[in-house]
């Protein structure tokens, strides 16, 4: 978009809003391709919503290259670029608004900002001059030079002290032009490629797989005899309290560090195996529970303690189907039965049930939208209506549908202690919580012998909750098995049910799907 144009030598200039941009999934791609930055937390669905993320987000670097060149498309001369400093305060997900703001420009330099959904997300401080850095000692030690993969490399925080290395640049020139050709004019094709290099280093080297990208502060550096081709780079700093690695990075063209932090991999649940000492191989036996977003999780837990005590389980999934035929074909080894059904709180809830042959006995409703996104007010109303789509008209469609069929059901309602504790940046999400509770009550008021069983869960190690730093969190298997066996006792089921009346499903998912 136009954007008014602005003469270095005015100082105090500030407030210009640059550019604005929606971030696509094609975005995404682009991006990956041209950087070799594949990280899944940046082009998996499915393996983005099992970070702390808990979706997709636009990588930190491409927010970066887009905003210098807005800014160098915004003025037709500009002095050279003498250091640079980049802060990722906050994470920025595909189809937010999102803008670049001019906060401040003079002949010293500028200072650029991010905006997301009103938040925050990103700061830029850069510095004009001449380059004064010559290259440091360590750029003519040798190191190891690493080949380009699409897989990103796993590492604990104890391992990553002795990573070093070179990368070879994956952006061409012929991109940087494309995709930045205000900032490849202002800043030439190799300082854009190194910039991108970093986004490779961090999200595919080190950290590497389970990592995010914090800060990046770079100087122009003299040209040197040395013809360094990538960016050579080497970890000098490991904080494990809070889990931040730091790199010195080098190019030709710049010298600087690099900051990520190490975040916590996807949580594991307990397996089939660990819990068969834990229930009796009968005690479920004779329920068939539909378990709504069972495939991971606290749903992926419940589904399979029910199936490890004899009863039948189908998990449902929105996006996950991977994760849902993993959980199954886990419980089929272990001589448990399990189906998986594709279940979308947003969509009518009748139709999506019309394959199940025989109505469930039970039900636990896991069903869970991306629970806490930084933002700059207290309250949000489009957020509150998301979590009121899932938690009390979701929930709401989901009970009318299920009592068409069978009127006595016993069905797990997940409430939080963040309804009462209420930390920061939850209270759209306590707010519908609570309007669940209410609706959960007055079911039981007026509907029985449908039930709901209410329960506000502690804190638990789960995708979404997981920290960069420590924080208390109960055990889910603590927390989980006394709810199940009370929900599950609510409709005590006669054995002589047991597998023979396993619904018959219309199109059994195979691996392939």
């Given at each position: 978009?136009?954007?008014?144009?602005?003469?270095?030598?005015?100082?105090?200039?500030?407030?210009?809003?640059?550019?604005?941009?929606?971030?696509?999934?094609?975005?995404?791609?682009?991006?990956?391709?041209?950087?070799?930055?594949?990280?899944?937390?940046?082009?998996?669905?499915?393996?983005?919503?099992?970070?702390?993320?808990?979706?997709?987000?636009?990588?930190?670097?491409?927010?970066?290259?887009?905003?210098?060149?807005?800014f160098?498309?915004?003025?037709?001369?500009?002095?050279?670029?003498?250091?640079?400093?980049?802060?990722?305060?906050?994470?920025?997900?595909?189809?937010?608004?999102?803008?670049?703001?001019?906060?401040?420009?003079?002949?010293?330099?500028?200072?650029?900002?991010v905006?997301?959904?009103?938040?925050?997300?990103?700061?830029?401080?850069?510095?004009?001059?001449?380059?004064?850095?010559?290259?440091?000692?360590?750029?003519?030690?040798?190191?190891?030079?690493?080949?380009?993969?699409?897989e990103?490399?796993?590492?604990?925080l104890?391992?990553?002290?002795?990573?070093?290395?070179?990368?070879?640049?994956?952006?061409?020139?012929?991109?940087?032009?494309?995709?930045?050709p205000?900032?490849?004019?202002?800043?030439?094709?190799?300082?854009?490629?190194?910039?991108?290099?970093?986004?490779?280093?961090?999200?595919?080297?080190?950290p590497?797989?389970?990592?995010?990208?914090?800060?990046?502060?770079?100087?122009?550096?003299?040209?040197?005899?040395?013809?360094?081709?990538?960016?050579?780079?080497?970890?000098?700093?490991?904080?494990?309290?809070?889990?931040?690695?730091?790199?010195?990075?080098?190019?030709?063209?710049?010298?600087?560090?690099?900051?990520?932090?190490?975040?916590?991999?996807?949580?594991?649940?307990?397996?089939?195996?660990?819990?068969?000492?834990?229930?009796?191989?009968?005690?479920?036996?004779?329920?068939?529970?539909l378990?709504?977003?069972?495939?991971?999780?606290?749903?992926?837990?419940?589904?399979?303690?029910?199936?490890?005590?004899?009863?039948?389980?189908?998990?449902?999934?929105?996006?996950?189907?991977?994760?849902?035929?993993?959980?199954?074909?886990?419980?089929?080894?272990?001589?448990?039965?399990?189906?998986?059904?594709?279940?979308?709180?947003?969509?009518?809830?009748?139709?999506?049930?019309?394959?199940?042959?025989?109505?469930?006995?039970?039900?636990?409703?896991?069903?869970?939208?991306?629970?806490?996104?930084p933002?700059?007010?207290?309250?949000?109303?489009?957020?509150?209506?998301?979590?009121?789509?899932?938690?009390?008209?979701?929930?709401?469609?989901?009970?009318?549908?299920?009592?068409?069929?069978?009127?006595?059901i016993?069905?797990?309602?997940?409430?939080?202690?963040?309804?009462?504790?209420?930390?920061?940046?939850?209270?759209?999400?306590?707010?519908?919580?609570?309007?669940?509770?209410?609706?959960?009550?007055?079911?039981?008021?007026?509907?029985?012998?449908?039930?709901?069983?209410?329960?506000?869960?502690?804190?638990?190690?789960?995708?979404?909750?997981?920290?960069?730093?420590?924080?208390?969190?109960?055990?889910?298997?603590?927390?989980m098995?006394?709810?199940?066996r009370?929900?599950?006792?609510?409709?005590?089921?006669?054995?002589?049910?047991?597998?023979?009346?396993?619904?018959?499903?219309?199109?059994?998912?195979?691996r392939?799907?």
């Open positions: 978009m136009g954007s008014t144009q602005l003469d270095p030598s005015r100082e105090g200039e500030s407030l210009t809003n640059l550019a604005q941009k929606l971030f696509t999934m094609h975005d995404q791609t682009r991006f990956a391709v041209a950087s070799g930055d594949h990280n899944p937390i940046h082009i998996n669905h499915v393996a983005a919503r099992r970070t702390q993320a808990g979706a997709i987000v636009v990588h930190g670097i491409n927010l970066l290259l887009w905003a210098l060149d807005a160098a498309a915004s003025k037709p001369k500009l002095l050279p670029l003498r250091s640079l400093r980049a802060q990722f305060k906050r994470l920025v997900y595909l189809d937010e608004p999102t803008s670049v703001i001019l906060e401040r420009v003079d002949e010293a330099g500028a200072l650029l900002h905006f997301a959904e009103d938040s925050l997300k990103s700061e830029f401080f850069l510095e004009f001059g001449s380059p004064s850095v010559i290259a440091p000692f360590w750029s003519t030690d040798p190191l190891e030079v690493l080949t380009h993969s699409q990103a490399r796993e590492f604990d104890e391992q990553i002290p002795k990573i070093s290395g070179r990368l070879a640049f994956r952006m061409t020139p012929k991109d940087a032009s494309a995709y930045y205000a900032a490849t004019k202002w800043l030439g094709t190799r300082l854009i490629e190194g910039l991108a290099a970093t986004s490779q280093l961090v999200g595919m080297i080190c590497g797989l389970h990592s995010i990208y914090s800060e990046l502060s770079i100087s122009s550096r003299i040209p040197s005899d040395l013809a360094e081709d990538g960016l050579a780079f080497r970890v000098t700093k490991t904080n494990p309290r809070y889990a931040i690695v730091t790199e010195e990075v080098l190019t030709a063209n710049f010298t600087g560090t690099v900051k990520a932090f190490l975040r916590i991999p996807p949580m594991r649940q307990a397996t089939m195996q660990s819990l068969a000492g834990i229930v009796a191989h009968d005690e479920f036996a004779g329920s068939l529970a378990i709504v977003g069972g495939s991971r999780g606290l749903g992926e837990l419940t589904a399979k303690l029910i199936a490890t005590g004899g009863g039948r389980v189908i998990v449902t999934w929105q996006t996950g189907n991977t994760d849902a035929l993993r959980v199954a074909e886990e419980i089929r080894l272990s001589g448990g039965l399990c189906e998986t059904l594709r279940y979308d709180t947003r969509e009518t809830a009748d139709s999506q049930l019309t394959s199940l042959a025989e109505a469930p006995t039970h039900t636990y409703y896991f069903a869970t939208p991306l629970i806490s996104r933002r700059s007010d207290i309250y949000v109303a489009k957020r509150f209506r998301e979590f009121l789509s899932v938690y009390v008209d979701g929930f709401w469609q989901l009970t009318q549908a299920l009592r068409a069929r069978r009127a006595e016993s069905i797990f309602y997940p409430s939080s202690v963040f309804v009462s504790e209420r930390p920061p940046g939850m209270t759209e999400y306590a707010m519908a919580k609570a309007a669940g509770e209410t609706l959960c009550a007055d079911i039981n008021a007026q509907l029985a012998p449908t039930h709901v069983t209410v329960k506000r869960l502690p804190r638990l190690p789960t995708d979404q909750t997981a920290s960069l730093t420590a924080v208390k969190t109960e055990n889910p298997l603590e927390v098995l006394p709810i199940v009370e929900v599950q006792l609510r409709l005590a089921i006669p054995t002589t049910h047991k597998l023979s009346t396993y619904p018959d499903f219309s199109s059994r998912p195979t392939s799907q």
